[in-house]
């Protein structure tokens, strides 16, 4: 991965495939996007605390049961951990995310900590909504997702998809919504 984010969408790029936009999130807002995380990594320590200040954590030394049951409330207490420094694994991550914008696809390339590419057909996307502030400085929101209840977790109850404190969002989002709605290719077309 180079510094340059335009030079790292190129080499994601597909044949024949053009970059219109690419840039870095921005490290606090993306770090922002976790703070429901922390709110339930809070709430679970806050229960396991709870169960042991009460007397329900079992000695686990006792029995293979109350090991087990011992296990479990250990491996809970450190997914909640890792819940609640979710905003500061973001924001070491935000540093090696590039966002793109093609005339094919929309893509959030990761590379810690390992390579992801995610890409979005124009076909999957939503209509985009940027939210910036007077700078233009902000974040595009371009899916939005009602999870079914298999595939909640911790995360939250939606997928949502975004550039998250990018430059000149209003435009960014402008360039997804051409994408997602490129028009009618043949408007000389005779309609039957």
Known sequence: ??????????????????????????????????????IR?????????????YGYVPDWRSSTENALLFGFLAAAGLYCVVLVVAPNIARHA????????TDRRVMILSFWPFRLERSFAPAELDEPRAMADEGGRGN???????????????????????????ADAPRVAAEIAKLRDP??????????
Do not use: N
């Open 1 to 38: 991965m180079s510094g340059d984010p335009l030079e790292t969408a190129r080499q994601a790029l597909a044949p024949g495939e053009t970059l219109i936009w690419a840039d870095r999130p921005g490290l606090h807002a993306y770090a922002r996007t976790k703070f429901p995380q922390v």
């Open 41 to 53: 990594g809070v709430l679970g320590l806050a229960v396991i605390a709870g169960l042991h200040w």
């Open 94 to 101: 935000a540093r090696s995310m590039v966002y793109a914008v």
């Open 140 to 166: 595009v929101i371009f899916l939005e997702r009602k999870l079914g209840w298999w595939r909640r977790s911790a995360g939250g109850s939606y997928q949502i998809e975004g550039f998250f404190g990018i």
């Open 183 to 192: 028009g009618d290719p043949d408007p000389f077309k005779d309609e039957d």
